[in-house]
């Protein structure tokens, strides 16, 4: 290597397969001074494929083994963190062993990422030394349990995330959260493709119903998380460590959303707020339904957030003079192709 070129910066992408962590990857490998080393159980996938072929390396470790994460984050300079709740929470494998311990499946899902959680940040601890001043930087949700006064005991896939982000590591590793940023995720503008009937019911006169245990007026956060969790996760990069923040392009209202929907496709839509239990009912997995219900009831009082006013925004990452792109809801709908939507029957 000759003197004039610096060695590059390495950043450790955890779920580079995934949404978030495959949107970080494309941002950062548009900075030659970075090095990427995105982390999968299975570099043969043809999504890890894809990836190696772009310059990501490429690596073989998995979260449920503590060790696999201390060989792979070695000399890294930023670790992007993200875990899935999701995957423990369908399998079938682990369905039948919550059954057999007599838990719920979302209980099962709640032990399995808050143990990936720890390990990260065990092993991220080993390497605390070699990552740069804001080099921790973590995808969260809030604390419901916590936020919430104990009212939300069961918000499992939030506070699996937030028991370790920030808890854990300030409890156990100072220098390490010294260096972190946690970065909570708005609601996903996709995430219409996972309960197309709950954001978008079909009614006989053509109009569509979207019902949530949500207050019509409430505001939360929504992320085009495909395009945007780089951008943001790039210019958090640049921040100051030790902040905490909400990513998200818009922050509004399931009845503006609504409004917004029907503006753009020139059909009628309404937001109808739905009790929790009608909500658990119309959902095809019941257990799905209690876990989204909350999350969707929860998002009223406190607040998605937690009713954290102080996370930081896009907007206040550029005030700090540092470019922050992000994808305003009204620009996703205009992208995205509903056809499914508005064909079906
Ligand atoms: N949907 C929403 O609206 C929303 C909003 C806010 C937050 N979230 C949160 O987002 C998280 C999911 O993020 P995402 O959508 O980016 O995930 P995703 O697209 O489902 O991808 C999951 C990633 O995690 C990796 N992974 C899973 N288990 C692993 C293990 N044991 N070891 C190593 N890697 C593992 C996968 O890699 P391989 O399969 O290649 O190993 C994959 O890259 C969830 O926890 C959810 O709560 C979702």
């Given at each position: 290597m000759s003197h004039s070129m610096p060695q590059k910066k390495v950043i450790c992408v955890i779920g580079v397969t995934g949404n978030?962590?495959?949107?970080?990857?494309?941002?950062?490998?548009?900075?030659?001074?970075?090095?990427?080393?995105?982390?999968?159980?299975?570099?043969?996938?043809?999504?890890?494929?894809?990836?190696?072929?772009q310059g990501i390396e490429v690596v073989q470790a998995n979260l449920d083994e503590v060790s696999t994460l201390q060989v792979v984050f070695a000399g890294a300079n930023i670790i992007f963190s993200v875990t899935n709740y999701w995957e423990p929470f369908w399998r079938s494998d682990c369905r039948q062993k919550a059954a057999e311990r007599g838990i719920s499946c979302r209980q099962y899902a709640y032990e399995i990422e808050l143990q990936q959680g720890k390990n990260i940040a065990?092993?991220?601890?080993?390497?605390?030394?070699?990552?740069?001043?804001?080099?921790?930087?973590?995808?969260?949700?809030?604390?419901?349990?916590?936020?919430?006064?104990?009212?939300?005991?069961?918000?499992?896939?939030?506070?699996?995330?937030?028991?370790?982000?920030?808890?854990?590591?300030?409890n156990n590793y100072p220098n390490l959260a010294g260096k972190m940023s946690c970065v909570q995720t708005g609601y996903f503008m996709s995430s219409y493709k996972l309960i197309p009937d709950a954001y978008f019911k079909k009614t006989n006169d053509g109009s569509f119903w979207?019902?949530?245990?949500?207050?019509?007026?409430?505001?939360v956060p929504h992320l085009d998380v495909n395009a945007d969790m780089g951008n943001f996760v790039y210019a958090v990069s640049k921040m100051p460590p030790g902040r905490s923040y909400m990513a998200e392009g818009t922050t509004c209202s399931?009845?503006?959303?609504?409004?917004?929907?029907?503006?753009?496709?020139?059909?009628?839509?309404?937001?109808?707020?739905?009790?929790?239990?009608?909500?658990?009912?119309?959902?095809?997995?019941?257990?799905f339904g209690r876990?989204?219900?909350?999350?969707?009831?929860?998002?009223t009082n406190p607040g998605y957030d937690g009713g954290d006013k102080s996370l930081l925004k896009a907007s206040d990452i550029r005030q700090a003079g540092i470019d922050c792109p992000m994808t305003s809801l009204e620009q996703f709908m205009k992208k995205e192709n509903w056809l499914n939507v508005l064909q079906k029957t």
């Open positions: 978030q962590g495959s949107s970080v990857a494309q941002r950062f490998i548009q900075d030659p001074t970075y090095h990427v080393r995105g982390l999968t159980r299975d570099p043969s996938s043809s999504k890890a494929q894809e990836l190696a072929a065990d092993a991220a601890a080993q390497h605390v030394d070699s990552l740069e001043d804001n080099g921790f930087i973590v995808s969260t949700l809030s604390h419901a349990q916590k936020s919430s006064r104990g009212e939300y005991r069961e918000l499992y896939h939030f506070d699996a995330k937030a028991d370790v982000f920030p808890d854990y590591v300030a979207m019902t949530f245990p949500t207050a019509p007026h409430v505001t399931w009845t503006e959303y609504m409004r917004l929907w029907s503006e753009v496709n020139s059909v009628p839509a309404v937001y109808r707020q739905a009790s929790l239990e009608e909500f658990v009912l119309g959902s095809p997995d019941a257990e876990e989204a219900g909350d999350m969707l009831a929860y998002s």
